[in-house]
Structures are given as structure tokens and as C-alpha cells.
């Protein structure tokens, strides 16, 4: 089994007042981690895999929490 080398993430706001994103990155989001979208925080609340990586690539869902629109 190769390592994973990039991973493809579906990102949703769990109230729902952003949009969410699908994304390509590099590492694995982890719990407790922030991401800037568009401008806001959002904080990382859940990393679930979608399903088993593809060759050295992942699939993910991350749940995440806006904590500020700060830029």
C-alpha cells in the first residue's frame, strides 16, 4: 500500500453560514486546526475519511465551526 501523497476535502460549516468548499491539499486536516476561507476562521471539529484512498490519493469530509471573518 503506497502513502498518501494529497487529499481531495469536502469542507462543510456545521450552522451552515458558509457555503463550504471542496479542496486540494497536501496533509491531512486535523481536529482542533484552523482553515481561511473566503476571508472567515473556521476551526476543525471532525475529520471523517469518505472513502479508502485511491493510489496516494484521499478522499475526506471535515465539519468545521466559523470563529471569526477576520482576514
Known amino acids: 500500500m503506497s502513502m498518501v501523497n494529497g487529499y481531495k ?5 456545521e450552522d451552515g453560514s458558509h457555503n463550504g468548499a471542496i479542496i ?3 496533509h491531512r486536516p486535523q481536529i482542533g486546526q484552523e482553515l481561511r ?3 472567515a476562521v473556521f476551526l476543525v471539529l471532525e475529520v471523517e475519511e469518505l472513502i479508502p484512498p485511491l493510489d496516494d490519493f484521499g478522499f475526506l469530509h471535515v465539519t468545521c465551526r466559523r470563529v471569526s471573518d477576520r482576514r
Open 24 to 26: 486540494h491539499v497536501d
Open 37 to 39: 476561507v473566503d476571508g
Open 9 to 13: 476535502v469536502s469542507y462543510v460549516v
